[in-house]
């Protein structure tokens, strides 16, 4: 028998699994875990060899985990966080950190583009993006502005995908996909335009922009070396890849046009697929998906389910350490806190407005995290529920912009972190009042990236063949209809909060 590898470095971890012809999961294992450095106000960068290192012990895990060696992996394809820019030499060797998508270094950049009347005029109909400071174009010239000596040591600049394909093959790429959602390409005529560069005052960094391939192309082929550190097989296919946020849909079976799909994660997604480009200012993104002939309409921002993360260690965490307490396990931790959360005392009880803005948002720039309506009844538990809810609410706060182009029906279909938590996934269907398909998936990313790699080797015919016959079940979650005016009030006050801090900003 034959696997498909699939790879996905997110915003704060790397995971490798080993899947069937038919998607039925093998094994995953995880790669070590990288420290996010912030060595100025706003950046948020990782060490690129530790990446490699940690996509290296993660491959090896998951050959080793699932019984299997290099020779029996068909074909392997890469996922990652869009945007952020990876810098490399010839050779693939870092001229720099990895930056993430969160890093806000450039912001002060963003106002004056989206101000110039070219951008809504020239630009825009040609990226179908909005423009926010952890893009490439932001990065690259804050680089050109601050650190021209990091890009006179650069040969490339690649996405995240781009930087673990190059490591594996030897050869600079970018997936269609993924490239499509960096505010560099044109995704109509499908290619870097200059006049999108020039605008940026980067024109001249086009030659660090790496060739462009489709998902389910074949974008090179593991090399001697990438074998000898990996355990995989010099010759194994790589495919282009997906975007991170194309792959989560995917692997929930996103093939039908103008339904909802939410994923939770480091980011709050929000997306449909459609069989037009959306061109608006008030859109977050069009992209281009990997099926036939469609494109991926998202509303999003770095909301979602991070936020818990970084809210567990920036402050839940050190405070249990304070008070010194004994260490705790991370799943202990969780189950604690949702006792606490989804006590009915604390449901019903007066909850502050959380703004999970704690990495910004390009929708309000310039605003950041932030709790209000404190009175003399907050305690932790008020304060833990708002951090879920002011999570939820983001998402719907997306989805509500999304509903402006399209009119979605009253379900959507659900992945990522929250929908690990069947209590925390029961709010999220309580206060939209949709009903949720969970889908039954364990590696999102990975899952929906290894389907290109399925029909690049022609297991399938295309990409749409791939997701419907390689897609998980799901769990439906229905709302409770007695929960809807609780929530109409909850959001209702979130919202004032949130049109009252951006006013005040």
Known sequence: MKYLLGIDDGGSVTKAAVYTMDGTLVAVCGGDSIP?????????????????????????????????????????SATGHG?????????????????????ERAESLIEGWVSDPRFTGRILPRTAQSLWAGQPPALLAWFKANRPEVLERSRWALLASGFVRM?????????????????????????????????????????MMPPVVGSDEQA???????????????????????????????????????RLAIVTGTWSINEYIADAAVIDP????????????????????????GIFEWFINSVLGPAVKLAGGTSIGRDELYDAVNRVVFDPETENSEIPAFLPFVFGTSKYPGLRGELSELQ???????????????????????????????????????????????????????????SLHVVKV??????????????????????????KAMAPGYVEFT??????????????????ALAKADCDV
């Open 36 to 76: 996010l450095k912030t060595p100025g106000r706003g950046f948020t960068e990782r060490d690129m060899d530790a990446l490699w290192r940690s996509n290296v012990t993660a491959i090896q895990r998951v050959l080793a985990q699932a019984g299997i060696t290099g020779a029996d992996i068909a074909a392997i």
């Open 83 to 103: 945007n952020g820019v990876y810098l490399v030499d010839a050779e693939g060797r870092p001229a720099y950190n990895a930056i993430i998508s969160t890093d």
């Open 167 to 207: 490591r594996l093959t030897g050869r600079a790429t970018a997936n269609l996909s993924d490239v499509s959602g960096t505010s560099l390409f044109n995704v109509d005529e499908r290619r870097y335009d200059p006049q999108i560069l020039d605008f940026y005052g980067i024109g001249d960094l086009e030659a």
């Open 220 to 258: 090179g082929a593991v090399t001697e070396a990438a074998a000898a550190e990996t355990g995989l097989v010099a010759g194994t296919p790589v495919a282009g890849g997906v975007f991170d946020i194309a792959s989560s849909a995917l692997a929930s079976g996103l093939v039908e046009k103008n």
């Open 282 to 305: 008030d859109l977050f993104m069009t992209s281009i998906y990997p099926t036939p002939h469609a494109w991926l309409i998202m509303e999003g921002s770095p909301t979602s389910a």
């Open 376 to 434: 003399a009844s907050t305690g932790l538990p008020q304060i833990l529920r708002s951090v879920y809810e002011g999570v939820v609410f983001s998402h719907m706060d997306h989805i509500r912009r999304l509903e402006k182009f399209q009119s979605l029906p009253d379900e959507a279909v659900f992945t990522g972190g929250v929908a690990n938590s069947p209590l925390w996934t029961q709010m999220f269907a309580d206060a939209m009042q949709r």
């Open 442 to 467: 364990k590696e999102a990313g990975t899952l929906g990236t290894v389907m290109a790699a399925a029909a690049m080797i022609g297991e399938y015919s295309d990409v749409t063949e791939a997701a």
């Open 479 to 496: 709302p409770d209809p007695a929960k809807a005016s609780l929530y109409v009030d909850r959001y209702g006050a979130w919202a004032d």
